[in-house]
């Protein structure tokens, strides 16, 4: 560079602007910044112009891609060439550099400059993982001397192994501190001879060739340095520990200074007096020059001179060496002459045997200890500007002392010690239960909670150590360089610290190893001590996190304990580990992880959306430096320490690709390795490396399965575990995506001859998956494409080795950085196209974390998962169906309605065979309608493809939906064509009843019109006599008297033999008819309490005990006193409406029985004996019912309720002829339109009494019943109705609030007759608010009154729209209109029709007024009767649909209990995979006892199914089976473990609260309940039993 000051800012800003860094310098630019994911993290853009040459040239290299030195000119720089003339003669040198182009010597300083101290250590790292040389001294600018990148190069960590120390084996050490001979490579102005190359060369010897330094043949390398001068760089030779192809058996450091020394004398002065040796090239010496030589001290063993002998000038050139040589008093091994006929290969092993040479005996020094040098020197040390942290760092690392590391963190890290492992073994065995033995498992419960208990309040009394106060004090947001700093010396120092330890640790080790008699125990021990001798960041991490976890148990809450999570937060942010899963201790501190998350999740807006990406893999294989290599960034590699566990790491995406990728942030999760050799020997190994794996991929979106090489055994192992966890999360409804990658794969033709290993990888995976399946007892699963979506092409990948060559000295492969930029590329691209994945925000991440980790602490993960994500996802689902489920029903209630009045207002005067045509029409047209109907399919699917809702969650359960939508089409068409039967029987009895009384009115009309007759003909005989009213009054009764003196009513039917005849046909196919023909008559059986008999118990195995069979016959007795009383209300509730008995109320009448001695044993004896009594019960109602029946359709009864019309009718008529033979013309026609008018609103009037009106109650009760199902699901219990789980927490949150014992116990042993009173509470409640049901009614009858209206005016006008024409023919016309307008709305009666038009006088037109009028009249007369009725109950229970039943289906469940506690299933429908319940209770207030003890079970079946308990019943045979396998006796119920800890609290604390009033009810002792159960309070049963059905 000039020595012009100015000049030279002028040449640094110029260039820096070229190149677009001038906003960054100086050490703007951070590490940071160039994490976050873009859309180059998916797309890599070339470098289309000078600006985009530095991102192009930092993305490579932080993919580790050795090429990245190539990003020096513009992408398409080179195109003009090819139309160039190739012969033309064009003079270019090295100072005339194009535009477009930069030497990757500046661009590598100038990024430098711009960088931040971070990014400058993490581009030193990258830049010598890929063997570059890195800088040492940086050029000065800006008016400074030049700098020492001490700070930069710290975090370089190598390995090497010595030759004199294969004892001790390899060292590992930061090179900045490792004593090394340290040899200067400097030219003079006057050189032809590039040192770079010839160290290159001395580099490469014994391996393969490779550019440490960058020369003048390089790309870029020949233009015109701008700023690079004056830079000094380094690299190092490292042995492997062999002699060959060892060139020297130490490590030596070699230092290039950039440009001559004239130009740069403080650097070379600095490298001259820091060197082991220096050696300057050049072909001859100037006049200054030669000063600046002969100036310096010590030449004599320091100084080299490699001489470029040169043709021609020759001789001139080397007399001025020769003269600087003899000044120097020079030997002559010091001077190197390269003559032109020696290659340089062939003269770099002359001067490598030099070095070598030189290097015996010869002081080392290391990097670190060249800074008081450069002080001296008047050089800046860029590390000065840390020293503060550099010195806290220290000190914190020094008060380890002599100390043992374990030692040290017993002492100032106490939390994570003994104490914290312990917890997690009790929170583990919490779980398992497996060493109870004796106890009582909620004992044992309750008394591994009480000793977690006092380890937390142990833990929590524990004073922050001097150390870790000094660690949080550093930690601040505000001063986050000076915390960046701390951390990194930190790391620094304690990683130094943690490699002397272990590598005296492994030395023991080999030695107690190589011995002949081994001491297991001591190896045993040193195993131990190897793995708790790291020491790191993550401890004091983990430290700060239980200090939180464990100050918030103890209600410490102090604001330095409150603020952790912010300041861990923080670190997050700006891309530091946080520790997921200690490995150690096998634990995670929720409270920590989910406060420090929502933390983060304040930070950034509530802007969380996460992508989780996790490598899995055996240890050792890379998987580490796999997701370094993608994504840029630093989890620990080769850091002389095993750490266990999990670690996550966020990095942001840029705001363009948030849209694309949907998520703000990628969650890298790095985790050990599985199989781990130094954890083999420990006892929970594979059991630990199986949790570790189901619980990471459970978190995770992606997963990468990193596989080391082709191994099949190594492979079998890992993919073995592997399948056991997708298993898992395919059960619980993740799916994330899989990768596997096949690491060492070499080779041109890899991918080609791998397709066939490929395939064959896919078959070991269907085989694995197989005995995974039946492991995971999944034995649907048949291939591992059944487990998730895989592509042997698309989701395998193979990746050449890591190293170009062998280690230490290997280059990172650019095939390795390139194959795995490819596989990020197709990774992001892939989830960019992904759209059917849920996204996670921060708080579902966290549910997954609690969830997953509480479901892996168990033995059988697939039975113990409980995600209230899923539980929400499927509630949601759930309340959606149900609604769907109701429309479904209301339109097929609608069209049955209609079908059924098709069938009531049929032609009487057709033949019975014509209705069972028409009935079995209507049948057909329903199972058509049922078919075609997929509105709930269509809403299912819909539903599934939401994005909005965790559909994926809930996979598995869609077919239960599905069977479900089957199941209720199957029972709404048993529902509706028992519905059409039931009303082809009474068209058939309304036929029947109505030919009967048909028949008597025609024989009194007759008699009327002949009584008639008489009285006129008496009259016209003596015309003064006229008869009075009293007088026509008193013929017409004793008319009446004489002829309904025969009339007899219908005849009863034998209701109980009908019901025992169908009883019967009900056992005909089992054999049992010889138990029932000693049977005759129904009638007394039933009428006493029903008893158990001995006949009647299952015994099920022999040697039963006394108190065992007293058990079943208890359990059988409750059972039926509970059947026969919900199937007496069920019949009660039929016998209530006005309909006649039908066979088929017997038929579902038995069905119910059958469905509730499902899953219970009994002898055969018992059900016939239970229906029997049951049978008997219903033939005395069904019979109330016929008679009530018959009473409403006699035709003495219905001739007395017409006997006043018909008076009126003989009076009216006697009157209208009496008038016209009496009266004159005038008075005569003015009493005879009185009279007609009268009568035309008489007959109008019983028109609309006997026909109208009771057709528009009827309509009014068909659609009150859905009516009020819609007002309930809309009213104060809406919450309630809409989810069988809402439904049932309120039950539960009533009952304890209102203290109500019997309650409880009608709740527990008759659940379906208390849910079905409380439905009918609730019905009554929503009905008699603001007069609701009146409401109702009133909006039904103004609906049905609108279509009247409408119907008769239609029906007053022929089809032409013309009116009917005035005269009394036409009132017959008018009515049928009526009829036919409103045939699919009421059904008018014909035979009150022509009992109301008996000799009617009156013409249409008026009669049509009339009936308008009536029809006022008639909806003022029924508003008015609504509004006074207040009987709901009665009103309720006549309607045809009932309410209380629709809305009992809606929440019922399908009736099954736990067999262990009898909590009801709360699943829906009938059909359903498993039975499941939100918490289930202890077993003693299911009436279960403990042995010989007569005490009610406290054990929960939660607790009972985990532990090593046995179980014995009917079900087993008597024999004893354990409670873990129950899904073997009990394979249709899920019983996982409670949702939390304090969920089953509610259940605990109501065992406690009536344990006496319980014992006393169910005829036992009182149950011993754990202590801990005491301390439960109402508020936090009540917390529990919200947390157990997932209410927020």
Known sequence: MSTNTGEEHAVLFTFLSKLGLETFYPNKLTLRSLLEINKNSINEEAAISVQKIPWCFLRKLFKLNAECRGCTQVSNSDDNEESSDPFEVVLYTADESADDRVNPLDLVTALFLCADSFLQQEKALKMSMCQFSVPLLMPPVNNSQSTLMLWALRDIVKEWCPHLSESRGFVENHIVQAEIPFYSFVRLNNCSLSKSQMLNQVLSLGQQYHNYFIHRDMKGGAIKRQIANGLAEVSWYLPRGRGHPDVFPDPIAFANLRGNISESLAQFTFLFQVSTATFVFLDKIEKEEHEILTSLQDVKSKLFLVVNRKDGSAEEDMESVKKTVKELDLPNSSVKVKDPRVNVVEFSEKLSAAIKKITVGKPTMSIENMVDKAVELGLSVDECRSDDQKKTAEKLVKGIGVQKIPDYKRKQLPLQGADWKKLSQLEKEECRLKTHGNVEPEKYKSQLQREQQQIKERLGKEKLSDDMKSFINQLPKNESKSRDFFLKWMKLKLDARSRDQLSSLRHQWKEQSNKENKDVEEIKKLDQEL????????????????????????????????????????????????????????????????????????????????????????????????????????????????????????????????????????????????????????????????????????????????????????????????????????????????????????????????????????????????????????????????????????????????????????SVNTGYSEAVADFKKNLLEAVKKDKTGDVSQIPEFLEWVRSLWKAVKYENFIFSFRNTLVAQAYENLCKEFSEWEWEFKKELISWQDEAKLEIFNSDNETHMETWKTLVASKKSQLLQKIEEQKEMEKELDEYYKRKDVHVNLIEKYKMDFINRIRSLKVEFQHSVNNALDFALHEKKSSKEAQDIQSKHREMIEKEVMKLLSDREHRTLSDEQLELSDEELERDFEEMWTKVTANVSGLKELNISEKVLQQLRIHFSKRNFNEELQNITDLKDIGKGSFEVKSEHVNVGWKDLKVWEKEALHRELQSFAETAIESCTRSVRGIAKTDADYHDSFTKDLLEKVDLSLKGKRFQLKFEIDLKLHICGIASREFLQMHRHFLLARDPKIQLELNKPQYMLDFIDLYKKRDCQRKADDCQRKKDDCQRKADHCQRKADDFFRLCIKPAVEEYIRRHLGTDIVDEVLAGRHSAEYSSRHLFQYNIQKELLQNEDFQGFVKFICNYEIYVKDLIFHHIKQEMSKDKALCKLKCQNLKVIVKKITDATERASKGEDGVLLPDNKESITELIKNMRRYLTKDISLSEEAEKTALFQIQSTCHPFKESLIKSLREMNEQLQEEFSKSEDITGTVNKLPTKPQDELFNRVFGCGQQCPFCKVPCEAGGKQHEKHHAAVHRPQGLGRCRIIDSEKLEVTMCTTAVHSERKFRCPDTNGEWHPYKDYSTIYPDWLIPPDYTREASDYWKYVLVKYNERFAQEYKAEPADVPEAWKSIKQEEALKGLKEAFNIT
């Open 531 to 810: 793995l708790e001798s790291s020491l790191g960041i993550e401890h004091y991490m983990r430290e700060m996190g239980l200090i939180y976890e464990f100050s918030l148990q103890s209600q410490n809450s102090a604001d330095e304990v409150h603020r952790l999570p912010g300041l861990a937060a923080d670190l997050l942010l700006d891309g530091y580990p946080l520790e997921l899963l200690d490995g150690g201790a096998s634990n995670i501190p929720e409270k920590w992880v989910r406060d420090v998350l929502m933390e983060l999740h304040r930070k950034v807006g509530e802007k969380s959306r996460l992508l989780v990406l996790t490598v899995l893999g055996v240890q050792s294989t890379g998987k580490s430096t796999l997701l370094n290599t993608m994504f840029g960034v630093q989890f620990a590699v080769s850091s002389g320490r095993c750490t266990r566990g999990a670690y996550m790491l966020f990095l942001r995406v840029s705001d363009d690709m948030q849209h694309q990728l949907n998520c703000d942030f990628i969650v890298l999760i790095d985790t050990e390795g599985l199989k781990a050799p130094q954890l083999a020997q420990l006892e929970d190994s594979y059991e630990h490396d199986n949790q570790l794996a189901t619980f990471v991929i459970g978190l995770s979106d992606v997963t990468i399965i990193n596989v080391g090489s082709e191994n099949s055994t190594e492979m079998k192992d890992i993919l073995q575990i592997a399948i056991h966890a997708f298993l898992r999360m395919r059960h619980i409804g993740k799916k994330p995506i899989c990768h596997f990658v096949h690491q060492n794969v070499a080779g041109v033709s890899a991918h080609e001859r791998t397709l066939t290993e490929r395939q064959h990888l896919l078959d070991q995976l269907n085989e694995m998956t197989q005995i995974a399946a039946e492991m995971e007892k999944q034995p649907s699963i048949k291939r591992f494409t059944d487990v998730l979506v895989y592509d042997i092409k698309e989701n395998t990948w193979n990746i050449p080795g890591l190293w170009h060559g062998t280690p230490p000295m290997a």
